[in-house]
């Protein structure tokens, strides 16, 4: 741990993958809204950029850059679904074990709210895995392979399947203010500088605990 609040994955001198928690930007926050990048930075005593975005709600594994070095191969890396990204989802409802594969094309307004827009829409694919069911809470436990990257794809995909993810109160019914169902479980990719395979594997947020069916379940 290097705060109190940010786990830290994997890390060496030009690369860190931390466990964003639930709550907090990613980039772009300011002095009352402080985002990742400021809280990072100022606990390594140094300034560090974060590769790509997770949802502020959105809990789990993330990757940021120390220095310059490798900024133009990540960007390529990223560009080119060279990352394996990996969530796990808390949805309402028993997800169709048969459902594994959803392509609703998706379009997003300037207000920054997605919808599935099958004529205009950009091409969107996320692959879905029961991990189990809850029959009794009415919820199922998920994870989720985004073969794309569109805003909010995994929160309008689950929600537009009638499934909602639990706590989103822009795309469900947000009856869960202190908890978000969404969580960035693993990163996965091949080191820039000599091919290592890393697979940095980010622990759900502790409130999760309340909501995960029993091991009896799993």
């Known amino acids: 741990m290097m705060d109190s609040e940010i786990e830290v994955l994997f890390q060496d001198k030009d690369i860190m993958v931390v466990n964003k928690p639930s709550g907090i930007l990613s980039e772009g926050g300011d002095a009352q809204d402080r985002d990742l990048e400021a809280v990072v930075s100022e606990s390594l005593g140094k300034q560090v950029w974060c590769c790509h975005r997770l949802d502020k709600l959105t809990s789990g594994a993330i990757l940021l850059r120390k220095n310059k070095r490798f900024t133009r191969e990540l960007a390529h890396m990223f560009e080119n679904r ?10 309402r409802g028993i997800w169709p074990k048969q459902q594994n594969l959803i392509e609703n094309r998706l379009t997003t307004s300037t207000r920054g709210r997605t919808t599935v827009c099958a004529e205009n829409g950009k091409p969107a694919r996320t692959s879905f895995r029961v991990l189990a069911h809850d029959q009794k809470n009415q919820r199922s436990w998920l994870e989720l392979l985004l073969k794309t990257g569109r805003t909010h794809q995994a929160r309008v995909h689950c929600a537009d399947s009638g499934h909602p993810i639990m706590g989103d ?4 019914d947000g009856e869960l203010p202190n908890f978000f169902g969404l ?5 996965r990719f091949r080191h820039p500088e000599d091919g290592k395979d890393i697979s940095a594997i980010a622990p759900a947020p502790e409130s999760w605990s309340e909501y ?3 091991s009896e379940q799993k």
Request: charged residues 25%.
């Open 183 to 187: 969580h960035a479980r693993e990163l």
């Open 169 to 172: 109160s822009l795309y469900g």
């Open 82 to 91: 060279q990352f394996r990204k990996s969530y796990w989802a808390i949805t």
């Open 212 to 214: 995960l069916p029993d």
